[in-house]
Nanobody, 117 residues
Framework: QVKLVESGGGLVQAGGSLRLSCAAS????????MGWYRQAPGKQRELVAH???????TYGDPVKGRFTISRDNAKNTVSLQMNSLKPEDTAVYYCRVVPGLYSQDYWGQGTQVTVSS
Protein backbone atom coordinates (compact mmCIF):
# COMPACT_ATOMS: atom_id res chain seq x y z
CA GLN A 1 0.00 0.00 0.00
CA VAL A 2 1.40 3.36 -1.02
CA LYS A 3 1.49 6.00 1.65
CA LEU A 4 2.63 9.62 1.47
CA VAL A 5 2.70 11.54 4.73
CA GLU A 6 3.40 15.29 4.66
CA SER A 7 4.56 17.26 7.66
CA GLY A 8 5.97 20.66 8.51
CA GLY A 9 3.11 22.97 7.60
CA GLY A 10 1.94 25.74 9.86
CA LEU A 11 1.53 29.45 10.36
CA VAL A 12 4.40 31.81 9.63
CA GLN A 13 4.81 35.53 9.12
CA ALA A 14 5.66 36.97 5.73
CA GLY A 15 9.39 36.75 5.09
CA GLY A 16 9.73 33.64 7.22
CA SER A 17 10.64 30.08 6.34
CA LEU A 18 9.13 26.63 6.61
CA ARG A 19 10.35 23.19 5.64
CA LEU A 20 7.90 20.58 4.43
CA SER A 21 8.71 16.88 4.37
CA CYS A 22 6.99 13.95 2.72
CA ALA A 23 7.69 10.39 3.84
CA ALA A 24 6.88 7.78 1.21
CA SER A 25 6.32 4.07 1.64
CA UNK A 26 5.09 1.26 -0.57
CA UNK A 27 6.94 2.43 -3.68
CA UNK A 28 10.41 2.10 -5.17
CA UNK A 29 11.10 5.66 -4.09
CA UNK A 30 14.48 6.11 -5.75
CA UNK A 31 13.05 5.24 -9.17
CA UNK A 32 10.27 7.83 -9.10
CA UNK A 33 10.00 11.50 -9.78
CA MET A 34 8.35 13.39 -6.94
CA GLY A 35 6.54 16.69 -6.78
CA TRP A 36 5.09 19.29 -4.49
CA TYR A 37 1.86 20.98 -5.52
CA ARG A 38 -0.38 23.49 -3.81
CA GLN A 39 -3.97 24.58 -3.89
CA ALA A 40 -5.25 27.84 -2.52
CA PRO A 41 -8.97 28.42 -1.83
CA GLY A 42 -10.86 29.02 -5.06
CA LYS A 43 -7.83 28.26 -7.22
CA GLN A 44 -6.62 25.30 -9.23
CA ARG A 45 -3.92 23.02 -7.91
CA GLU A 46 -0.55 24.13 -9.26
CA LEU A 47 2.95 22.77 -9.49
CA VAL A 48 5.35 24.11 -6.89
CA ALA A 49 8.41 21.96 -7.53
CA HIS A 50 9.40 18.70 -9.17
CA UNK A 51 12.44 16.49 -8.76
CA UNK A 52 13.37 13.58 -11.01
CA UNK A 53 14.81 10.28 -9.86
CA UNK A 54 18.31 11.56 -10.61
CA UNK A 55 17.80 14.87 -8.82
CA UNK A 56 16.99 17.31 -11.62
CA UNK A 57 14.62 20.01 -10.41
CA THR A 58 11.91 22.23 -11.86
CA TYR A 59 10.02 25.05 -10.14
CA GLY A 60 6.84 26.93 -10.70
CA ASP A 61 7.45 30.55 -11.63
CA PRO A 62 5.95 32.01 -8.42
CA VAL A 63 8.46 30.18 -6.20
CA LYS A 64 11.65 30.28 -8.25
CA GLY A 65 14.57 31.51 -6.21
CA ARG A 66 12.69 31.10 -2.90
CA PHE A 67 11.87 27.40 -2.64
CA THR A 68 14.17 24.39 -2.90
CA ILE A 69 13.10 20.79 -3.41
CA SER A 70 15.36 17.93 -2.37
CA ARG A 71 15.17 14.21 -1.85
CA ASP A 72 16.82 11.64 0.40
CA ASN A 73 16.58 8.24 -1.23
CA ALA A 74 18.01 6.53 1.86
CA LYS A 75 15.10 7.82 3.96
CA ASN A 76 12.43 7.79 1.21
CA THR A 77 11.68 11.44 1.80
CA VAL A 78 11.24 14.52 -0.34
CA SER A 79 11.47 17.95 1.22
CA LEU A 80 10.55 21.50 0.30
CA GLN A 81 12.49 24.35 1.87
CA MET A 82 10.42 27.51 1.61
CA ASN A 83 12.11 30.85 2.25
CA SER A 84 10.95 34.45 1.94
CA LEU A 85 7.37 33.33 2.26
CA LYS A 86 4.60 35.60 1.04
CA PRO A 87 0.89 35.72 1.92
CA GLU A 88 0.14 34.43 -1.59
CA ASP A 89 2.00 31.22 -0.72
CA THR A 90 -0.87 30.35 1.61
CA ALA A 91 -2.32 27.04 0.43
CA VAL A 92 -2.62 23.35 1.14
CA TYR A 93 0.60 21.72 -0.03
CA TYR A 94 0.51 18.19 -1.45
CA CYS A 95 3.22 15.66 -2.07
CA ARG A 96 2.90 13.58 -5.23
CA VAL A 97 4.48 10.50 -6.73
CA VAL A 98 4.65 11.52 -10.36
CA PRO A 99 3.21 8.72 -12.54
CA GLY A 100 5.70 7.00 -14.76
CA LEU A 101 7.33 3.73 -15.66
CA TYR A 102 7.61 2.57 -12.06
CA SER A 103 4.54 3.99 -10.39
CA GLN A 104 1.00 5.20 -10.71
CA ASP A 105 -0.15 8.62 -9.58
CA TYR A 106 -0.30 9.01 -5.79
CA TRP A 107 -1.02 12.04 -3.60
CA GLY A 108 -0.57 12.77 0.06
CA GLN A 109 -3.30 14.15 2.26
CA GLY A 110 -1.89 17.68 2.22
CA THR A 111 -0.50 20.04 4.82
CA GLN A 112 -1.71 23.60 5.40
CA VAL A 113 0.71 26.50 5.04
CA THR A 114 -0.55 29.90 6.12
CA VAL A 115 1.54 33.04 5.68
CA SER A 116 0.34 36.12 7.53
CA SER A 117 1.10 39.65 6.38
Amino acid sequence: QVKLVESGGGLVQAGGSLRLSCAASGIAFRLNAMGWYRQAPGKQRELVAHITSNGATTYGDPVKGRFTISRDNAKNTVSLQMNSLKPEDTAVYYCRVVPGLYSQDYWGQGTQVTVSS
